[in-house]
């Protein structure tokens, strides 16, 4: 059973950035599949962020683009997501989750989501 | 690119069956057969239900299934139990290589 988990501050100061890891258990993150991240703020409906392949191939939400990274770590089973210059619109429950399409598609496998909240 | 349009809110009583809609564009839902449903229960990280438009992952009730027509998608949900009251979202594989999302339908059962 594949398993995710995300991990990173709870509380970002605004202007600053913001960084989470996902941590992949029961699957080599060297599969080939795509790995990414949704968020969700409070109350709201769900947003994707990005996906990125063990290649390093990524995929980007273009209204993030331009702040947003997504690394992996296959040494470490994990892949990261950096974003910069947040603000209050980027609180949110942040989940990390497994595409297993060759495209953007679907997740069949979610973390339990981590909150972040952007403020001073 | 704009999010895929849900109703806010449907409703059914036990063991009826209720359908959900999900209008996109003919740049997004009607193009791919890339349509993917969740379930999220309030706290909880959402489930995938249906996949490529129809597909249910094992495991998945039969009692969720999934169709297109054009640039709109549905999700029926059929014999209406409690346990399927959550929120349900869409998403569409697009264009421009992005994915996107319904804004969410809330089901209630009466």
């Known amino acids: 059973q594949v398993q995710l988990q995300e991990s990173g501050p709870g509380l970002v100061k605004p202007a600053e950035t913001l960084s989470l890891t996902c941590t992949v258990s029961?699957?080599?993150?060297?599969?080939?599949?795509?790995w990414g991240w949704i968020r969700q703020p409070p109350g709201k409906g769900l947003e994707w962020i990005g996906s990125?392949?063990?290649?390093?191939?990524?995929y980007y939400n273009p209204s993030l683009k331009s702040r947003v990274t997504i690394s992996v770590d296959t040494s470490k089973n994990q892949f990261s997501l950096k974003l910069i210059s947040v603000s209050a619109t980027d609180t949110a429950i942040y989940y990390c989750?497994?595409?297993?399409?060759?495209?953007?598609?679907?997740?069949?496998?979610w973390g339990q989501g981590t909150l972040v909240t952007v403020s001073s | 690119q704009s999010a895929l349009t849900q109703p806010a809110s449907v409703s059914g009583s036990p063991g009826q069956s209720i359908t959900i809609s999900c209008t996109g564009t003919?740049?997004?839902?009607?193009?791919?057969?890339?349509v993917s449903w969740y379930q999220q229960h309030p706290g909880k990280a959402p489930k995938l239900l249906i996949c490529?438009?129809?597909d249910r992952p094992s495991g998945v009730s039969t009692r969720f299934s999934g169709s297109k027509f054009g640039n709109t998608a549905s999700l029926t949900i059929s014999g209406l139990q409690a346990e399927d009251e959550a929120d349900y979202y869409c998403?569409?594989?697009?264009?421009?290589?992005?994915?996107?999302f319904g804004g969410g339908t809330k089901l209630t059962v009466l």
């Open positions: 998403s569409s594989y697009t264009t421009n290589t992005s994915l996107i």
């Open positions: 490529d438009v129809s």
């Open positions: 989750g497994r595409d297993p399409d060759y495209v953007p598609n679907h997740f069949d496998f």
């Open positions: 990125i392949h063990h290649s390093g191939s990524t």
């Open positions: 003919n740049s997004d839902i009607g193009l791919y057969n890339y």
């Open positions: 029961g699957s080599s993150i060297n599969n080939d599949t795509y």
